[in-house]
């Protein structure tokens, strides 16, 4: 049996840091969905098709050869054609292509099997935005993660300025604003919490109080043996 908990929300809401913690305690496996809409729009830039073009990006995103390399001890190397890429995917311009690539629903259902190929005993993890509502729907655990606007902002540059980068405050809420109305308000599965989704605002909390709430509600469905939190 598969046993697969969604987790979406808006970006820089701290989902990546929970699911692949949650992974890591429960023995699952990790789907970030984010990851395989920025590689289509890194493939999308090298060849040279359009980011308007969406039958051409859907057959991009059927193809594109792309690895996630978990072997070495440091996090998850992404390769794309060869190539690692795992930095390159990280950047805010890299996540600016995917949220064009995006809207597209040719690209969307292309990726659709490509996402659904992860679900493996004991179970998965799905991070992302539309993990509860399109892709993964019958999933008995689905959290919506969310947090303002500003704590996002300033958790991004935080982590941008421990990087050693120089970047504005001001300028990043703008980003953050702009990416969540592009993903809401698309007319192909926008960001929305599914009807069954348990909502978690974490402007307030700490990543270890995130989790301890959601492996309590993994706990209470009955959806892992035993939790030693
Ligand atoms: O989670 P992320 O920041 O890596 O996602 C990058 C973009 O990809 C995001 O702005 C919208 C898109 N995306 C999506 O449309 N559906 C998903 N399941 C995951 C990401």
């Known amino acids: 049996?598969?046993?697969?908990?969604t987790v979406d929300g808006p970006s820089g809401a701290?989902?990546?840091?929970?699911?692949?913690?949650?992974a890591k305690k429960l023995g699952f496996y990790y789907l970030d969905s984010g990851a395989l809409y920025r590689l289509l729009g890194l493939a999308a830039q090298r060849h040279r098709v359009s980011l308007e073009d969406g039958v051409g990006l859907s057959a991009l995103a059927a193809n594109m050869d792309i690895s996630f390399d978990t072997s070495g001890p440091e996090a998850t190397k992404v390769i794309l054609e060869?190539?690692?890429?795992?930095?390159?995917l990280r950047t805010e311009q890299t996540g600016?292509?995917?949220?064009?690539?995006?809207p597209h629903p040719e690209v969307r259902s292309?990726?659709?099997t490509r996402q659904r190929l992860f679900a493996k005993a004991p179970?998965?993890?799905?991070?992302g935005r539309d993990m509860g509502t399109e892709v993964?729907?019958?999933?008995?655990?689905?959290i919506y993660l969310t947090a303002s606007?500003?704590?996002?902002?300033?958790?991004?540059?935080k982590e941008l300025l421990e990087k050693g980068e120089n970047v504005s405050l001001r300028a990043l809420e703008e980003q953050v604003r702009s990416r969540d109305e592009r993903d809401m308000s698309r007319e192909a599965s926008p960001l929305t919490p599914a009807a069954d989704a348990i909502e978690l605002d974490s402007s307030e909390l700490s990543i270890q109080e995130v989790m301890d709430t959601v492996l309590n509600l993994v706990y209470l469905k009955g959806l892992a043996k035993t939790i030693d939190q």
Do not use: H, N, W
């Not at 049996?1 to 908990?5: D, E, F, H, L, P």
């Not at 840091?17 to 949650?22: D, E, Q």
């Open 1 to 5: 049996m598969t046993t697969i908990i």
């Open 14 to 22: 701290g989902k990546g840091t929970v699911c692949r913690k949650l």
């Open 82 to 88: 060869g190539e690692d890429v795992s930095l390159e």
């Open 96 to 102: 600016a292509l995917a949220s064009k690539v995006a």
């Open 110 to 112: 292309a990726l659709l």
């Open 123 to 127: 179970g998965l993890i799905a991070d």
């Open 136 to 142: 993964f729907p019958q999933a008995p655990l689905k």
């Open 149 to 157: 606007i500003e704590e996002r902002a300033q958790r991004r540059y």
